[in-house]
């Protein structure tokens, strides 16, 4: 199972331009965070799964990808864990093969 958070336009733009992929990676995180704290599982699923999507293409970029880069998207994968187990009420959440580093 392989879900896209990022619409193909915008993915190709970040890929084309990855000075933004900062700026769209700290907003969807931050939104994500105020989406869980008001209990808004289904739009903090939008945020934390767009904010994963890009710090993913830094990472599978030979460019870009560094320390920060994987810590950055360790964190979004970590909240995007967090949503889900908030939107199915489970303990634990595996994390789909796709979710790896190609």
């Known amino acids: 199972m392989h879900y896209r958070f990022l619409c193909p336009g915008h993915r190709h733009w970040l890929t084309r331009h990855p000075e933004n992929v900062l700026p769209v990676w700290k907003d969807a995180m ?16 939008k945020f934390a799964g767009t904010a994963f999507e890009a710090a993913r293409l830094m990472v599978n970029n030979p460019q870009y990808c560094d320390r920060l880069w994987i810590q950055r998207w360790s964190a979004s994968e970590a909240l995007l864990r967090m949503v889900v187990q908030g939107l199915s009420g489970i303990d634990r959440v595996a994390v789909p093969a796709s979710a790896s580093v190609h």
């Open 30 to 45: 931050e939104a994500s965070h105020r989406q869980v704290c008001k209990g808004q599982w289904q739009n903090a699923l």
